[in-house]
């Protein structure tokens, strides 16, 4: 059973969408004071009016996480939050020898240093907790996919090492598996769901996964005090299938 969150500040980087909109959502649900930051001043406001009427309340800010002036200056001004998360990240996907630099240091840049910038910056209560998102290809790599599963697996070791260093706050990270996002909303409709289909049949829990599903363990992971330096896997069981 989680905490209500009742009055608790929350900062949801990467908030507007997918897997920090349903964070956002589940922790205004139970009375916090949650502040989703993205980029896209229009997704945010889109974001906001959604959660209208929420247990909590929810305002927004642009920020671009990619960009040292832009986190400094929303951080500089900042109260402490109780807790905060980051799930905000563009990573361009492709063979090591075949994808442009360039698009491997802009995803770099977005997924590890954007939490990392956040993360030297933004102001946390004692016992308050940081919560990141990678993903299971940090545990279970792809041939297809080598630069991300390196990404993540270096959020991971990120959020041990903070862990230690921004102790007593508690730093963890959650590592999804295939979820139902507008990241894929670039396919057309029938690719993709023959692409979940496809996955579902191989994975152990028989179907993919959905936003919520990691927005429970990134609330898990808030609510629970003796929570730290860890890595939640949250695939169905696809570090294993």
Do not use: C
């Not at 916090?32 to 929810?58: E, F, H, M, W």
Request: without cysteine; proline residues 5%; charged residues 15%.
């Amino acid at each position: 059973m989680f905490p209500d969150f009742k009055d608790a500040r929350v900062l949801v980087v990467g908030g507007s969408s997918g897997i920090g909109l349903a964070a956002a959502t589940a922790f205004a649900a139970r009375g916090a004071n949650v502040i989703i930051a993205s980029r896209s001043r229009d997704k945010v406001d889109a974001a906001v009016r959604g959660l209208a009427g929420s247990a909590g309340t929810v305002t927004g800010a642009t920020v671009d996480i990619t960009d040292d002036a832009s986190v400094a200056q929303f951080m500089s001004t900042a109260e402490p939050w109780d807790h905060v998360v980051i799930t905000a990240a563009q990573t361009p996907t492709g063979a090591v020898r075949q994808l442009p630099l360039a698009d491997a240091y802009a995803a770099m840049d977005s997924k590890f240093w954007g939490a990392y910038r956040v993360a030297r910056a933004v102001p946390i209560r004692a016992q308050g907790s940081l919560t990141m998102v990678s993903g299971f290809l940090g545990v279970r790599p792809s041939k297809a996919s080598v630069l991300q599963g390196a990404i993540n697996a270096s959020l991971d070791a990120l959020g041990r090492g903070l862990a230690l260093e921004l102790s007593p706050v508690r730093v963890n990270t959650v590592s999804p598996g295939l979820i139902a996002t507008p990241l894929w909303d670039k396919l057309d409709g029938a690719a993709r769901q023959a692409m979940y289909e496809s996955v579902a049949a191989r994975l152990p829990a028989q179907r993919i996964g959905q936003p919520e599903d990691v927005a429970q363990a990134i609330l898990y992971l808030a609510g629970t005090g003796f929570a730290t330096g860890s890595t939640v896997l949250v695939d169905g069981g696809g570090a294993i299938g």
